[in-house]
């Protein structure tokens, strides 16, 4: 689905991304992990097509993600930040609409009844009816995320691109949101790529995880291959105990105070 080959990504003298391979099937859950300033943005950009590489290729089922028209990308790849949304003061209902973009004619319309009812799937979906008609910008930030999802999904991508996005939800809406993506991909057969920095939240959904450090690949694979005690120190540099979820065996981390650290 997503080929990315010997990627480099640089910023003036900065280089960010050092030879980046990568290969993402249909249908995976990616977590992109690793500590602030990795590259994990950096990559969701160039994946997305916003920023180019200065060295290597990356490709979209099979073509070079610089062959695509705006529009058709749209229909293959969405992307969702962690502040999903600008508080604007359109309603909720019309912000999920113009998730339609890729499928309208030149004046903006859709007059299609199956794209009704895919919008009122969403809006039940995601529990948005009541919100309905409320501007964008007197919800909350965890109400707005619910909103931006539904965009994204109005837009019926194979692949999406999430990063950070549970950033500013509790962690009952975190669950939530992570839920409704799960949900989605299974049904859709979705793609997903998120960018993670709750390591246990991770674990839970994601079924590979890539873990960038200073800009490379320093590992991949299912959250029981990767999540132990040795990489996260030497990725993130804190101390902890990995223990193994009661309910589905997924790894677990639990933090240790350094002062603590050296007790067994
Ligand atoms: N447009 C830009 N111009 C210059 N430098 C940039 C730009 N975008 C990112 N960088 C730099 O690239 C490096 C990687 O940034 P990036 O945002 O990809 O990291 P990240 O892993 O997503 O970090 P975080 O976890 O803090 O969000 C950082 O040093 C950042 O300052």
Not at 27 to 46: D, E, H, M, Y
Not at 76 to 99: F, N, S, T
Not at 232 to 257: A, N, W
């Amino acid at each position: 689905m997503i080929e990315v080959h010997h990627i480099d990504k640089s910023y003036g003298s900065l280089t960010v991304l050092k030879d980046i391979n990568w290969q993402v099937r249909r249908g995976q859950f990616w977590g992109v992990i690793g500590p602030n300033g990795s590259g994990k943005s950096t990559l969701i950009s160039l994946l997305s097509g916003v920023e180019k590489p200065n060295r290597g290729q990356i490709k979209l089922g099979g073509r070079r993600i610089s062959e695509y028209k705006r529009k058709e990308l749209s229909r293959k790849l969405a992307v969702l930040q962690q502040d999903g949304l600008p508080p604007v003061a359109y309603p909720v209902r019309e912000v999920i609409e113009m998730g339609r973009f890729p499928f309208q004619n030149w004046r903006g319309r859709e007059n299609s009844e199956a794209a009704r009812q895919l919008m009122d799937e969403i809006m039940a979906k995601l529990e948005l009816n009541e919100l309905a008609s409320r501007p964008l910008h007197v919800l909350s930030g965890g109400q707005r995320q619910r909103v931006a999802l539904g965009k994204v999904m109005a837009q019926q991508p194979e692949i999406v691109l999430l990063d950070e996005p549970t950033t500013y939800l509790d962690i009952r809406h975190q669950v939530q949101f992570m839920e409704l993506v799960a949900g989605w991909q299974r049904e859709a057969g979705l793609t997903v790529i998120s960018v993670m920095h709750d390591l246990n939240l991770a674990a839970l959904y994601c079924d590979q995880l890539l873990v960038l450090h200073q800009g490379r690949v320093v590992a991949e694979g299912t959250p029981e291959q990767i999540i132990n005690s040795e990489m996260i120190e030497s990725v993130f540099h804190v101390k902890s105990h990995i223990v193994t979820h009661p309910d589905q065996g997924e790894p677990q981390l639990l933090l240790r105070k350094t002062d603590r650290a050296n007790v067994k």
